[in-house]
């Protein structure tokens, strides 16, 4: 994505939205007296410097082509700021009580994981597109070349980062086993479900190393809804906000514009795939 006006524009606009969203789910998790939900189903009931010569033109060499890639990247950037469906169980660890709810602590929570978030997302995204323009890969690190000890420290922090996504998402796999599949929760039903998963994961990825277009694709069809707009319309159904005062208004905005990411990014994302799958060769 360039990085210029509109790119820029998409980041801190993403950044927003998705703070507010997760607000929304913070103060929805206690929204009706003496019950906590943990659920969406349940609640809804660089040291390197510029290179010389660098190229911020668009990489496509037509019109249609940069569109593409436009929507491409706003499912890259869903997919960055992705996570809302775990907030409710986080939440749901922390003690409450009528006279301290677990609202504040995790709002403020929140606050500070997404201060990190901005410090970590937006230097990356605007330094890396300074430094390599056009010419930058999809994985950063792939255009790296010193100092070592920051790409072995980034490439660690990769792993731990995969390592908690995997948790979260093996926790609700295990739990669609134990109350959907009526499974008894043991050690051994950890071990090979987590085992499982985590050798599927590594030969779909392996398979398909397709990642700017798999994050594009994902992040649009799969991550956009839980994201972008699933929360604004289960505020507007909980909260009933009066008919287009500012809070209505905000949250359709952030429906409509969830709703034509959910249905645009995927497509930008798909054609990059198969773009990748041209010249790519299993061996």
């Given at each position: 994505?360039?990085?210029?006006?509109?790119g820029?524009?998409?980041?801190?606009?993403?950044?927003?939205?998705?703070?507010?969203?997760?607000?929304?789910?913070?103060?929805?998790?206690?929204?009706?007296?003496?019950?906590?939900?943990?659920?969406?189903h349940?609640?809804?009931?660089?040291?390197?410097?510029?290179?010389?010569?660098?190229?911020?033109?668009?990489?496509?060499?037509?019109?249609?082509?940069?569109?593409?890639?436009?929507?491409?990247?706003?499912?890259?950037?869903a997919?960055?700021?992705?996570?809302?469906?775990?907030?409710?169980?986080?939440?749901?660890?922390?003690?409450?009580?009528?006279?301290?709810?677990?609202?504040?602590?995790?709002?403020?929570?929140?606050?500070?994981?997404?201060?990190?978030?901005?410090i970590?997302?937006?230097?990356?995204?605007?330094?890396?597109?300074?430094?390599?323009?056009?010419a930058?890969?999809?994985?950063?690190?792939?255009?790296?070349?010193?100092?070592?000890?920051?790409i072995?420290?980034?490439?660690?922090?990769?792993?731990?980062?995969v390592?908690?996504?995997?948790?979260?998402?093996?926790?609700m796999?295990?739990?669609?086993?134990?109350?959907?599949?009526?499974?008894?929760?043991?050690?051994?039903?950890?071990?090979?479900?987590?085992?499982?998963?985590?050798?599927?994961?590594m030969?779909?990825?392996i398979?398909?190393?397709?990642?700017?277009?798999?994050?594009?694709?994902?992040?649009?069809?799969?991550?956009?809804?839980?994201?972008?707009?699933?929360?604004?319309?289960?505020?507007?159904?909980?909260?009933?906000?009066?008919?287009?005062?500012?809070?209505?208004?905000?949250?359709?905005?952030?429906?409509?514009l969830?709703?034509?990411l959910?249905?645009?990014?995927?497509?930008g994302?798909?054609?990059?795939?198969?773009?990748?799958?041209?010249?790519?060769?299993?061996?």
């Amino acid at each position: 994505m360039n990085c210029t006006g509109p790119g820029s524009t998409i980041m801190v606009l993403s950044w927003i939205i998705t703070l507010y969203t997760l607000w929304q789910m913070v103060e929805m998790h206690e929204m009706v007296p003496g019950k906590r939900f943990d659920r969406y189903h349940e609640l809804a009931s660089v040291e390197k410097g510029a290179l010389p010569n660098v190229d911020y033109s668009y990489k496509a060499s037509t019109t249609l082509g940069n569109l593409f890639n436009f929507l491409a990247a706003l499912g890259g950037v869903a997919f960055a700021f992705a996570g809302h469906n775990v907030v409710l169980e986080i939440q749901a660890t922390i003690p409450s009580t009528p006279e301290k709810s677990s609202k504040g602590p995790m709002w403020k929570g929140v606050v500070v994981a997404y201060i990190i978030v901005a410090i970590c997302y937006f230097p990356v995204a605007f330094i890396g597109y300074w430094a390599f323009g056009s010419a930058i890969d999809d994985n950063i690190l792939l255009s790296l070349d010193k100092p070592t000890w920051l790409i072995a420290t980034a490439n660690m922090f990769v792993v731990i980062h995969v390592i908690g996504v995997c948790i979260a998402s093996v926790d609700m796999m295990e739990s669609f086993l134990v109350k959907k599949m009526r499974f008894t929760t043991c050690l051994r039903l950890r071990l090979i479900s987590r085992s499982l998963y985590v050798a599927f994961t590594m030969v779909v990825g392996i398979c398909f190393p397709f990642f700017g277009g798999l994050l594009s694709f994902f992040g649009g069809f799969a991550f956009a809804p839980t994201t972008c707009y699933l929360p604004c319309i289960i505020w507007l159904i909980l909260s009933k906000p009066k008919r287009f005062s500012l809070t209505w208004i905000i949250n359709w905005v952030w429906i409509v514009l969830g709703v034509l990411l959910m249905i645009l990014s995927p497509i930008g994302g798909l054609r990059s795939i198969i773009i990748s799958a041209k010249d790519y060769e299993f061996s």
